[in-house]
């Protein structure tokens, strides 16, 4: 299976809004709903921040939304903070494989 | 509080094989959820390596499959990960985790800090 494609960099400034592609194929994101987005700092575990497209564990700031339209899914992070700043994956369950592909990971910049 | 913590050699010969266990508190894994492990190899995404429930339903990221066992142990609420034949492209920091709801098809929602394991001679 292919990794997911992302854009490397995404910047924006404090209070706007960003988002964040994650393009797959009909073999995986257009097929399941079992998209995952991560958060991760340096040093730190990677924290699940949308599960299932766009479901938000407990915790998580409404800020964070997840969606998919056909083969790719996106994360919206709306009234950017500089806590915000991190790599983002996103990644998909392939189900006819049972299997998890991953993307190559964006770096988000907070001006 | 749930909380994983990864422990192994941080130094692996190539051809060996590299043995890590996940221990776990706050939970037992033979409660319910999935668990797994995943690494990230530097400047690269994460790879999932494969998850288990506690009846022994046993996923396996097919591209490590024939190079992988995941085992566990319920007494001692932990779990293993065994990876054969290692090269410097296994070089990596290793993360074990669990699934948010039980089904290895949910992402991975409570992560270990991991450990930095380095394939070379």
């Known amino acids: 299976q292919s990794a997911l494609t992302q854009p490397a960099s995404v910047s924006g400034s404090p209070g706007q809004s960003i988002t964040i592609s994650c393009t797959g194929t009909t073999s995986d994101i257009a097929d399941y709903n079992y998209v995952s987005w991560y958060q991760h700092h340096p040093g730190k575990a990677p924290k699940l921040m949308i599960y299932d497209v766009s479901k938000r564990p407990p915790g998580i700031s409404p800020r964070f939304s997840g969606s998919k339209s056909g083969n790719t899914a996106s994360l919206t992070i709306s009234g950017l903070q500089a806590e915000d700043e991190a790599d983002y994956y996103c990644?998909?369950?392939?189900?006819?494989?049972?299997?998890?592909?991953f993307g190559g990971g964006s770096k988000l910049t907070v001006l | 509080q749930v909380q994983l913590q990864e422990s192994g050699p941080g130094l692996v010969k190539p051809s060996e094989t590299l043995s890590l266990t996940c221990a776990v508190s706050g939970y037992s894994i033979s409660s319910g959820y999935y668990w797994g492990w995943v690494r990230q190899s530097p400047g690269k995404g994460p790879e999932w390596i494969g998850s288990?429930?506690?009846?022994?339903?046993?996923y396996y990221n097919p591209s490590l499959k024939s190079r992988v066992t995941i085992s566990f142990e319920t007494s001692k609420n932990q779990f293993s990960l065994k990876m054969n034949s290692v090269t410097a492209s296994d070089t990596a920091m290793y993360h074990c985790?669990?699934?948010?709801?039980?089904?290895?098809?949910?992402?991975?929602?409570?992560w270990g800090q991991g450990t930095m394991v380095t394939v070379s001679s």
């Open positions: 990644s998909s369950y392939i189900n006819s494989d049972s299997t998890w592909v």
């Open positions: 288990f429930f506690h009846d022994g339903n046993t």
């Open positions: 985790a669990r699934h948010i709801i039980t089904g290895v098809s949910y992402g991975l929602y409570i």
